[in-house]
């Protein structure tokens, strides 16, 4: 599954935990992925956040114990004030009390599915266990690389890029003009599972000159489940590059052809370099995209501009038009 959060939390509802008294338990905590070595593996900064209850036995060691495929890492945290500690090492009591977020650790893993499971222990070696919770289970998260919007000539142009992917269905394209309420404006399938990174886009051509569109991508996995992206927005401006072209160019003559998207209906217009204009008869031909210029004057040798805007007014661009 690709995952495009770079941080999320796991919060356990009051009245699972209200079931019964445990000596620890976790009541969020955080996976941000940081990196990956090329080689399937994933590198994460973990950080817990944990209530321990001293109304018993004295609680010295919380356990996390990280499992994907053959690779188990472990993560244990001891003594007062809470710091990381050996795991093979001796344990001491912890403090008491709600909430308490525990030190970062960096956690190395395969980048794939796995489990998460937390353990406590009263004992200074670690050898009892006073409690046990499946934290996690599932695909781990993943960063996504980039997520950006941009206005180009036909729509609004979203590209994405993640690491990697683990069951991976695809991306809902989900599209707002308040941030709020999104619709899905198109679906792109997913590269299933990769250790590869993977490119994507999506142009949105139903957009309207001065309108703000706000974006989110849903990644939607084989098995059901979904994370959403980050929004990015976009104004869309038409007033974007024309693609036209003259030719030929240079010239001998006083005409030319313009060739650029619905030719027919733009303004055209011809300058000096000292800026003086310079009419000229622009004549349709059997293309819309294609019209034929001529100046009524004739041209002295030089470097001509010629200024070209779109019939809503919207687009503009300027050519360099050479006579010889």
């Known amino acids: 599954m690709r995952k495009l959060l770079l ?5 356990v509802c009051k009245e699972s935990l209200a079931q019964q008294a445990q000596c620890a338990v976790t009541t969020s905590y955080t996976l941000t992925y940081q990196s990956t070595d090329g080689a399937g593996n994933c590198t994460f900064l973990f950080k817990p956040t944990v209530t321990i209850n001293q109304s018993g036995a004295s609680v010295k060691l919380v356990r996390y114990t990280f499992t994907v495929g053959n690779t188990t890492v472990n993560v244990c ?9 050996n795991c093979n090492g001796s344990f001491n009591a912890m403090p008491s009390g709600a909430n308490q977020v525990f030190p ?14 937390m353990t406590g222990s009263t004992s200074a070696q670690g050898a009892s266990t006073c409690t046990t919770q499946q ?9 996504l690389v980039s ?44 590269n299933a599972t990769t250790n590869q990174a993977s490119t994507y886009e999506f142009t949105d051509q139903d957009v309207q000159p ?3 569109y706000y ?26 590059d024309i693609q036209a ?19 027919q209906s733009a303004t055209v217009r011809l300058f000096t370099q000292a800026g003086v204009e310079l009419p000229v008869t622009v004549t349709k031909t059997g293309d819309p995209n294609l019209v034929s210029v001529v100046a009524q004057s004739p041209l002295a040798k030089g470097i001509y501009l010629l200024k070209l805007s779109s019939a809503d007014s919207q687009q503009q661009k300027s050519l360099k038009v050479v006579v010889q």
């Open 245 to 263: 072209k003259v030719y030929p160019n240079a010239t001998t003559g006083d005409s030319f052809m313009l060739s650029m998207l619905k030719a």
């Open 77 to 85: 945290y001891s003594d007062s004030p809470v710091v990381i500690a």
């Open 135 to 143: 934290v996690y289970s599932g695909p781990l998260p993943v960063k």
């Open 104 to 117: 970062t650790a960096t956690v190395v893993l395969p980048c794939s599915s796995g489990s998460l499971v």
């Open 147 to 190: 997520f950006s919007g941009a206005a180009k000539p036909n729509g609004v142009k979203l590209n994405w890029v993640t690491e990697w992917e683990s069951i991976n269905a695809g991306f809902d394209v989900q599209k707002s003009t308040n941030a709020k309420s999104f619709e899905v404006i198109g679906t792109i399938k997913g």
């Open 210 to 212: 001065g309108q703000l």
């Open 215 to 240: 974006y989110r991508l849903k990644q939607n996995d084989v098995d059901g489940s979904f994370t959403y992206s980050q929004i990015v927005a976009v104004r869309y401006t038409a007033d974007q």
């Open 7 to 11: 941080f999320f939390a796991l919060f």
